[in-house]
């Protein structure tokens, strides 16, 4: 119940492309949704969260799709840059779940080819 | 602007062994996370705090020992090394826990041989 289930493990994508990462969690009780980037050598940072009362979220070229029903939410990077090439993690937690513990997927390694 | 700061950056122990990964912070945070990163698995939290003397499990606690005497300390103790503990740490720190930035140090790589 505490997973969260992250897809592809790995993806390249061409210069100027659009960069799709999916995730899926089974506990109900989650209620925040972040994503962490992380650079080679570099701990992860927060790039964008989400929490369930909203279905999409924008900053710049980088949206969270979620799906409450579906328990499924995704990371997209709309016009890929080479500079964005890092590992992206998902992540999820619960309100009741004290000391924010952050549940995280198990990481997606994307390259974005120029 | 230091943020979360661990050390060392870089250690191989010998099976047995034992050592302290150090965390500090400056940012006054309330919250203090161990995780540790292996390939393809994520990050699987080790231990956690919400404050000075508190501490609890994680998901993976087996072989490590925490505490949190300041705010801004929180050093991950391995007793009795074995090469499972093989392993990226990182050690993060949030100001609330839930729904807000968690900041990570840029982890300590650590090699049982």
């Known amino acids: 119940q505490q997973q969260v289930k992250q897809s592809p493990q790995s993806l390249i994508v061409q210069k100027g492309g659009i960069s799709i990462i999916n995730c899926a969690y089974e506990n109900t009780a989650f209620d925040y949704f972040p994503w962490y980037q992380q650079f080679p050598g570099k701990g992860p940072a927060l790039l964008i969260a989400i929490r369930p009362d909203v279905s999409e979220k924008k900053e710049g070229r980088f949206t969270i799709s979620f799906n409450k029903s579906a328990k499924q939410f995704s990371l997209h990077i709309m016009d890929s840059q080479p500079g964005d090439s890092a590992t992206y993690f998902c992540?999820?937690?619960?309100?009741?779940?004290?000391?924010?513990?952050?549940?995280f997927g198990q990481g997606t390694e994307l390259s974005v080819k120029p | 602007n230091a943020g979360v700061t661990q050390t060392p950056k870089f250690r191989i122990l010998k099976i047995g062994q034992s050592m302290t990964l150090q965390c500090a912070q400056d940012m006054n945070h309330n919250y203090m996370y161990w995780y540790r990163q292996d390939p393809g698995m994520g990050l699987k939290l080790i231990y956690y705090?919400?404050?000075?003397?508190?501490?609890d499990k994680g998901e993976v606690p087996n072989g490590y020992n925490v505490s949190r005497s300041t705010t801004e300390d929180f050093p991950l103790r391995l007793e009795l090394a074995a090469p499972s503990q093989t392993s990226v740490y990182f050690c993060?720190?949030?100001?609330?826990?839930?729904?807000?930035?968690?900041?990570f140090g840029q982890g300590t790589r650590l090699t049982v041989v």
């Open positions: 992540a999820a937690s619960a309100t009741y779940n004290q000391g924010g513990k952050l549940i």
């Open positions: 993060a720190s949030s100001s609330q826990g839930v729904s807000t930035e968690a900041f």
């Open positions: 705090s919400v404050g000075a003397g508190i501490t």
